[in-house]
């Protein structure tokens, strides 16, 4: 089992910038894809990132793309997503996430086995 912990979130004026960390303890960080989703306040969890444990590759949802980064740090046992040209849109609070499937269907929350808390972004006008 892993635990994963959020931290980073907090408030920013429309266009700029935050960094969310989600750190991992447990069995190897290594054997799992990261995802990252968000909550809105009335609405649904959405996929926001993720990343494949096995090439790196990355995958993303329409509303974050070019703003949005997620990368990992196998050495440190943390995921990140950076955010850019934050838009009050982008308000939520965000989750981390981990799947250890070999398969990866990465905008599929049901696939993830582990969750953290969450972090709260709010984005001001």
């Known amino acids: 089992q892993v635990q994963l912990v959020e931290s980073g979130g907090g408030l920013v004026q429309a266009g700029g910038s935050l960094r969310l960390s989600c750190a991992a303890s447990g069995p190897t960080f290594n054997d799992y894809h990261m995802g990252w989703f968000r909550q809105a306040p009335g609405k649904e969890r959405e996929f926001v990132a993720a990343?494949?444990?096995?090439?790196?590759?990355?995958y993303y949802a329409d509303p974050v793309k070019g703003r949005f980064t997620i990368s990992k740090d196998n050495t440190k046992n943390t995921v990140y997503l950076q955010m850019n040209s934050l838009k009050p849109e982008d308000t939520a609070v965000y989750y981390c996430?981990?799947?250890?499937?070999?398969?990866?269907?990465?905008?599929?929350?049901?696939?993830?086995?582990?969750w953290g808390q969450g972090t709260q972004v709010t984005v001001s006008e």
């Open positions: 990343i494949n444990r096995r090439n790196g590759n990355t």
């Open positions: 996430a981990a799947d250890q499937a070999a398969y990866f269907n990465p905008g599929r929350s049901s696939r993830y086995d582990y």
